[in-house]
């Protein structure tokens, strides 16, 4: 791609960047890809309160990027206020802070360099080696060297906690069941009238918040590889197994995961660990055990980064870590399941 082209099509992107996020739509199927070659083919929308990944709506994109201290750590970020997160707002005063985690300036494998490497010469918004540095919404700025977040400010430079520059891809497994009473039946909200639906949630060691289990793609890992041995590792402790006890949980999981399946979400995810320079993209994908036989033959036992798993009810009453309840609100709309008590609760497409 020539330069002269690259310039024009960030700054036709730059343009779309605006009040703490970015909505990509497709048009006629319009793919990452196709909008890499050809902007005008996709329409990119602003709005100040949510950012669309290719499958689904995520409410209040930029909130949780701005808070402080940063996770682990005794850093304030510098404040953003709403009307300054837009990178297309002129703040000549913006001073946000540089922090980039210990753990992660010393290099362990899962980890870039620091940018000024003479060694290191990452190649943005493209698939570099085992590394994919492209994001799911589209193309986004680099200047002085560094990625810029397409959400907007959020009051820090570097990377935290984050180990690449540019977007860090994770999954997140959605595993959910009918809630039934004792003799199997399924058990419907006395309100709404719609089923119960449970999901498997798990308490994080490090915050303590109530999330979906999953993790980062490691590089050149298949998103679907990343599901199962996320949900693995964390709800049902698979790395203290013995060898034998991971080849029968391997073919089990195997059942689960290889059925139909929906996804969720696609696309840039409003995390508290999100910096000017790094930040988190999902895929979050829905297994659902219809029956509940698959689920009632794996015992659910915490492990890795998780410290507790359970069965929790699927309601708008949840509070969990990062943008996971706007997840979990999509799977209950997708599968026509209970969420709130209140008569309209919209269900789009």
Request: a neutral charge; aromatic letters at 8%; glycine letters at 10%.
């Amino acid at each position: 791609m020539a330069g002269g082209f690259l310039g024009k099509t960030l700054a036709a992107v730059s343009l779309s960047v605006a009040l703490a996020s970015v909505t990509v739509k497709s048009l006629g199927g319009c793919s990452v890809a196709a909008c890499r070659n050809s902007l005008s083919s996709c329409r990119f929308h602003v709005n100040s309160n949510m950012i669309s990944g290719f499958n689904g709506t995520i409410e209040n994109s930029h909130n949780k990027a701005r808070t402080s201290p940063y996770p682990g750590s005794k850093v304030q970020r510098s404040q953003v206020p709403n009307d300054k997160v837009g990178w297309l707002v002129e703040w000549h005063d913006y001073n946000p802070v540089e922090y980039t985690a210990v753990s992660v300036l010393a290099g362990p494998q899962w980890a870039d360099p620091q940018i000024n490497e003479s060694n290191f010469s990452p190649k943005f918004n493209e698939k570099d080696g085992q590394v994919e540095r492209k994001s799911q919404n589209g193309l986004y700025e680099v200047e002085n060297g560094r990625p810029r977040n397409p959400a907007g400010r959020t009051g820090l430079v570097g990377r935290g906690l984050l180990g690449r520059w540019g977007p860090n891809h994770a999954a997140d497994p959605i595993i959910t069941r009918w809630k039934r009473d004792r003799s199997g039946n399924k058990i419907t909200h006395p309100i709404s009238g719609k089923n119960i639906l449970q999901f498997v949630a798990i308490k994080r060691k490090d915050c303590g918040e109530w999330a979906i289990p999953g993790g980062m793609v490691d590089p050149g890992e298949k998103i679907s590889a990343t599901l199962k041995r996320e949900f693995g590792e964390e709800a049902l402790n698979s790395l203290q197994k013995s060898s034998a006890e991971k080849r029968e949980l391997q073919e089990k999981l195997h059942k689960l995961f290889s059925q139909e399946h929906l996804v969720i979400y696609k696309g840039y995810v409003d995390d508290p660990r999100n910096t000017d320079n790094a930040w988190i993209e999902t895929e979050a994908v829905n297994y659902h055990d219809e029956t509940g036989e698959i689920m009632d033959n794996l015992a659910l036992e915490a492990g890795d980064d998780a410290g507790k798993v359970k069965w929790m009810d699927i309601s708008d009453k949840l509070k969990l870590y990062a943008s996971h309840v706007q997840f979990i609100k999509r799977v209950a709309e997708k599968r026509d399941a209970h969420w709130s008590e209140d008569s309209e609760t919209g269900c789009p497409g």
